[in-house]
């Protein structure tokens, strides 16, 4: 199971849309199952350095299958994982980040949003995996 | 002047129909004036090794204003800029990369192709580029 | 003195026996006395991410002869040495990582485990490196 | 489809064994489908420069679907690919690395050797995948 180009773009989409309804400025990036970079689209106006974060939140969610503002509760000083950002290249630790799942709870890829604020990164990831969701 | 992402859509989605057409599987990477990622598709079952290809060309298409099938030419043994991909990061210097004009030739951003023949990655390149500058 | 390939692939098959015995999905590393990889499985279905943690654990475990959690226990904020995980290429300080010694109680090696709960990765690396002290 | 652990260990184990056969000290890395380092084994006495050599090896194989040798006659001065070693965070492009295909001849991982001639390792490659082949 790994996730289409097609749904790719839909999901990018959705949650572009819902950054534009909601005002907000963010880079969204689609992984596949490998937690390889498969869509991307930078709104116009968001951050530059948000690029790289929304690359790796995505992969953070696949790479551990786990939304990663979860992932941070754990990764605090005292945390039981302190500081596995440091692995992997660059983890990214907070929310924006999701595993994507098909309609049999199979996870197919990743999106990471970064360039709003972690509730609005994480909401707008939220209305793109629902893209694919819905009939 | 910079690209959009409704522009760097169109040309994504421009690129992807050529190479569909032309039964060629290919990752396609859009940057803006800045050389940072705008907009990216891999289509499915294109090599894994052409996400960062196609990336690299068209930052390498857009750091020197170049067709990176030209900048090849210059970097072989022997040529005035040998071994110049070593710089930033890694540059790609066969073709697939190519700089984006609007309609007034004002440079807004790179297309980067991988995953065909070179011949190939170029023509989809630029039909990506012409989804612009068409009525 | 040094790990030879058999004991190498001893620990690390005895390890995934122990994870598959009480249900865990890990990745496994074993490293040499100078700290280079040696072996190296990862478990169907675990983590993509616990790749490089394994790894990172082994040779934290070998750079200072300790046991990664132990480690940890130094590196938190206000601890004697907050933030090596900086160097070396990036250090993991959780539980997972051990040195493995030889029936004279020479360093050898380490392993690393990642995938499962910190409790559950340690007793994991432990189970490996009692293989081969057994008879 | 993708490679399982039981199979990695198989080819490692075979491709070992026929390194033994042949007296020549190497490295062993098999990847699963997205490129992911899935077993790793190193040869007592072997270069410790192999380790890295034989995983991008593997890396480069399962990224252009290609035995590594014949992408080097592509990326030679000169050639139509020159210098894309450079990207992927390094390629390697001579004999060694090989895709792994199942029975029904869809790829699930890649193989890369890595210490002996170029001829040897990629004899050691071979036998390392015809392990998963026979009955």
């Known amino acids: 199971y790994d996730i289409t180009d ?3 773009l839909k ?8 950054a534009e309804a909601t005002d907000v400025l963010v880079n969204i990036a689609v992984t596949d ?3 390889h970079l498969k869509a991307f ?4 106006e968001s951050y530059l350095g948000s690029i790289d974060v929304a690359i790796k939140k995505a992969k953070t969610a ?5 939304d990663t503002g979860t992932l941070g509760e754990l990764t605090q000083p005292g945390g039981i994982i302190y500081n596995i950002e440091l692995s992997n290249g660059g983890l990214v630790s907070f929310p924006g980040g999701m595993p994507i799942r098909n309609k049999d ?4 890829g990743a999106i990471g949003v970064s360039g709003g ?4 990164d994480r909401a707008i ?3 793109g995996i629902k893209a694919i969701l819905k009939k």
Request: hydrophobic share 55%; proline share 0%; glycine share 2%.
């Open 6 to 8: 097609e749904e790719a």
């Open 117 to 120: 604020s972690i509730e609005q």
């Open 125 to 127: 990831a939220l209305a």
């Open 11 to 18: 999901i990018i989409l959705a949650a572009k849309k819902e």
């Open 41 to 44: 689209i930078r709104m116009d």
């Open 62 to 66: 696949r790479y551990f299958n786990i």
């Open 33 to 35: 199952a490998g937690a």
């Open 105 to 108: 709870n199979v996870i197919i």
